[in-house]
């Protein structure tokens, strides 16, 4: 798969995603899922979405024990999505129970891609709350080389983070990378942002962007900027 820009979907309805998708008449634009979405609406959002045309990334992020996550694997996988994750922290077992469930009988499956340290844990919360007392990109790069020895395609990451990890598990090892904002936008709860130019300069596979899009005056223009910088 080349590069593409993930619309961040993050609505509580579907008829806000809906409103939102039927302002794009040509491209049908790769969309992201997240819990917001899916635990409002159920997996029938997800079959609604795709009979429309677009590629899905689920983004419900599991994590618990091996044979639950295969199991519960097995059944996004039948909902045909295109790339869906879960926490590195759920061991390498987990990752690869998770990789096992996702495998249809034909031999395909979704991108399976690894969230490492959630952006929001900084140094300080992850000594204090998760006792892990390793420099913070350190955890990161290990979480990311865990899910590469899992057999998984790649990571969630910062943009600033994608270089390294492109060094440290290859190149081909995807990096999906939010926090993208434009040049002249509104930066909002975002901490380390990136331009999708940048972001493409610096090796990101995929950019997932919301707010710059979804509250965006012209939705379908911000998204076309997000593509000519990132993609074309
Ligand atoms: O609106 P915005 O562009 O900030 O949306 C970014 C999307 O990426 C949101 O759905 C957010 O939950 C998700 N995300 C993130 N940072 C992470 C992981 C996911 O912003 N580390």
Not at 107 to 136: C, F, N, Y
Not at 194 to 222: F, H, L, N, Q
């Amino acid at each position: 798969m080349g590069k593409d820009v993930i619309i961040a979907c993050d609505f509580d309805s579907a008829e806000k995603t809906f409103a939102f998708l039927d302002k794009f008449t040509g491209k049908k634009p790769f969309v992201k899922i997240g819990m917001e979405l899916y635990y409002a609406e159920g997996p029938s959002i997800v079959r609604e979405i795709k009979k429309r045309g677009h590629k899905i990334f689920l983004d419900l992020k599991l994590h618990d024990i091996p044979n639950t996550v295969k199991k519960s694997m097995a059944v996004l996988s039948r909902l045909d999505v295109d790339m869906t994750n879960l926490h590195a922290a759920g061991t390498i077992r987990m990752m690869e129970g998770a990789l096992e469930g996702l495998t249809r009988p034909d031999g395909t499956r979704p991108l399976l891609i690894a969230v490492t340290q959630l952006t929001s844990t900084d140094q300080e919360s992850m000594e204090k709350d998760l006792l892990i007392e390793k420099p913070i990109a350190d955890v990161v790069m290990h979480y990311a080389h865990n899910a590469k020895l899992a057999g998984l395609d790649g990571v969630v990451c910062s943009p600033l983070e994608a270089g390294k990890v492109h060094e440290t598990c290859g190149e081909k090892f995807l990096t999906v990378t939010p926090g993208v904002r434009f040049a002249d936008g509104d930066i909002g709860d975002q901490k380390r942002v990136m331009t999708p130019a940048e972001a493409k300069k610096i090796g990101s596979d995929y950019i997932v962007v919301g707010r710059p899009i979804t509250a965006a005056e012209d939705p379908v223009a911000a998204y076309e900027r997000c593509v000519r910088e990132f993609v074309d």
